[in-house]
């Protein structure tokens, strides 16, 4: 029997409602992120990093405003940075994490009214793994 599970739309639909915003354990920025969001923002580099980065073990991630919501969201314009936001924002949720442990889909989806639950590992892991593999290839320079 064929799955009708196929594609990332069959799983997921981004309902915008910036839950992914919140929380989460803070959104990790590599060094290109940084660049590309401080060039953004016309903020320098280091100063970008003092400003609106926090450590999280040996990696920087995106400080958290007093209500929980990365510092760049705002309830009306959502996503401040949007054009320029980090890797971990444009994964989500199709995240690496997800084809190791698929169990983990239905814990994030808990937190995300756009994510399907319930869906075979299998069919999640290969949607996971094209969507991860389409946006690493279209982020190398």
Sequence with gaps: MDSEFKTWDDIFKCQQCGDCC?????????????????????????????RYCDKSGSRYVLTLAKNGYCIFFDKIRQCTIHPVKPYMCKAWPFIQTVIKYPENWNTMANSCPGMKKDIPFKDLQKIVAVEKEKLDTSVIK
């Design 22 to 50: 919140n929380g989460f354990g803070g959104t990790y920025v590599t060094r290109e992120d940084i660049i590309n969001i401080s060039t953004y923002i016309k903020v320098d580099p280091e100063k970008f990093i003092a």
